[in-house]
T-cell receptor, first 114, second 113 residues
C-alpha cells in the first residue's frame, strides 16, 4: 500500500512569507501528527489530528497552525516565517492512537528560510 | 514532565561487532517506549516498541531492546551489525493520553568496514 506522502519535498521561502505543507496519510488512517526536526532541537511535536479534531498541540507559537480534512489529509501552515523555522517537517499517520498502533512517517518536507 | 536521554550522540562500531545504544527516560506515569531509525534524507521507521508484557522486545532487522523499569532504561541492541545499519536512531516515549512522542536527541550509529 502507498505510504505517507508529503508535498513538497523541498521548499525555499523568504523571511516574512508564509508556507503551507501537505500530508496525505495512508489510506484508512485517521490520525495525523506533525513534527519539526532541527539539528539543535531535535524532533519536536507540533500537533496531532484525528477525524478533523486537534487532540494535542506542542509548544510552538501561534504562527504554526494545522488542520485536517474529512479525507484525513492534513496541512500545516507557518506564517511570518523566521530563519529559525528552517527544518525538516515530518508527518506521521496511524489508524487511531499513534502510540498503540504503529505510526508511519513520511519522508518530510525540508523548509529553508532565507 | 517526561524526558528521554540518549547517552551517546555517536557510536562507531566495526562490521559484525555487537552494539548497544543507550536510552533512559523519566516519567511519573506508565509509558510506552519506542525505537525509530532514520536513514539519510528519509523519514523515521519503527524498529520496535514496548507497550506491556515481556520486557524483551524483538524488532525488525535483528534489533532487540529490553525494558528495565527499575533503571528506567530501554537500551537497543544488535548482536552483529552491518554496514547498512549506519543511520540515526531515536528513542521515544509516549504518555498514552497525550497522542505525542517525546524523542531523544538521537544516536548516530556508524558501522565501519
Amino acid at each position: 500500500k502507498a505510504g505517507v506522502t508529503q508535498t513538497p519535498r523541498y521548499l525555499i521561502k523568504t523571511r516574512g512569507q508564509q508556507v503551507t505543507l501537505s500530508c496525505s496519510p495512508i489510506s484508512g488512517h485517521r490520525s495525523v501528527s506533525w513534527y519539526q526536526q532541527t539539528p539543535g532541537q531535535g524532533l519536536q511535536f507540533l500537533f496531532e489530528y484525528f477525524s478533523e479534531t486537534q487532540r494535542n498541540k506542542g509548544n510552538f507559537p501561534g504562527r504554526f497552525s494545522g488542520r485536517q480534512f474529512s479525507n484525513s489529509r492534513s496541512e500545516m501552515n507557518v506564517s511570518t516565517l523566521e530563519l529559525g523555522d528552517s527544518a525538516l517537517y515530518l508527518c506521521a499517520s496511524s489508524l487511531d492512537n499513534p502510540y498503540t498502533t504503529e505510526a508511519f512517517f513520511g519522508q518530510g518536507t525540508r523548509l529553508t528560510v532565507v | 514532565a517526561q524526558s528521554v536521554t540518549q547517552l551517546d550522540s555517536q557510536v562507531p562500531v566495526f562490521e559484525e561487532a555487537p552494539v548497544e545504544l543507550r536510552c533512559n527516560y523519566s516519567s511519573s506515569v506508565s509509558v510506552y517506549l519506542f525505537w525509530y531509525v532514520q536513514y539519510p534524507n528519509q523519514g523515521l521507521q519503527l524498529l520496535l516498541k514496548y507497550l506491556s508484557g515481556s520486557t524483551l522486545v524483538k524488532g525488525i532487522n535483528g534489533f532487540e531492546a529490553e525494558f528495565n523499569k527499575s533503571q528506567t532504561s530501554f537500551h537497543l541492541r544488535k548482536p552483529s551489525v552491518h554496514i547498512s545499519d549506519t543511520a540515526e536512531y531515536f528513542c521515544a516515549v509516549s504518555d498514552p493520553g497525550t497522542y505525542k512522542y517525546i524523542f531523544g536527541t538521537g544516536t548516530r550509529l556508524k558501522v565501519l568496514a
